[in-house]
């Protein structure tokens, strides 16, 4: 770079003055060009950032909404135990009931058959006593009329022997 002295020789001006004017609209174009540069820098950092947050918003609202979902399944499936033991219930208390029923008719007819066969059993026994009875009744007669027929022949043979 020159000397502004040497400048000044070769031009025949001062170097002073016409130096301020170029070297001020210099930085200004340089001032602009800088922030034009900052600009197009920023404008894709600004361009990805917001999509950097558009993303993260979506992850966040996503978070939640996985959350809101497994809550709903959770609350789902703690209804549908909750109706599966009452079925469960219900199904255990008509098989209850109904295994009374089964008894209480089971013990109903046993006890209608004990009673015919007690009943069965009385006419036996009584039919039985009956034949006895009348067996004896028959032995007896038959007994008193075969002890009347030898006491009549003995005394035929005892009154015979006399004579």
């Known amino acids: 770079m020159m000397n502004p002295r040497e400048q000044e020789k070769k031009t025949g001006r001062k170097a002073e003055e016409p ?10 174009q340089a001032e602009e060009a800088l922030t034009a540069i900052r600009e197009q820098a920023m404008e894709p950092l600004a361009e990805v950032l917001g999509r950097v947050e558009s993303a993260y918003a979506a992850y966040v609202e996503a978070e ?18 909750k109706e599966a033991e009452r079925q469960a219930n219900s199904i255990c208390e008509q098989a209850v009931e109904q295994a009374l029923k089964v008894r209480t008719e089971a013990e109903q007819q046993a006890e209608k058959a004990y009673q015919r066969a007690r009943e069965q059993d009385k006419k036996v026994y009584e039919e039985s006593v009956r034949q006895a009875l009348t067996v004896r009744k028959e032995t007896i007669e038959q007994s008193w009329a ?14 015979k022997e006399k004579r």
């Open 146 to 159: 075969v002890r009347t027929e030898a006491i009549e022949q003995s005394w035929k043979i005892f009154s």
């Open 19 to 28: 130096m301020v004017e170029p070297v001020a609209e210099i930085r200004e």
């Open 64 to 81: 939640r909404e996985v959350a809101r979902v497994y809550k709903t399944n959770e609350q789902q499936m703690e209804k549908a135990y």
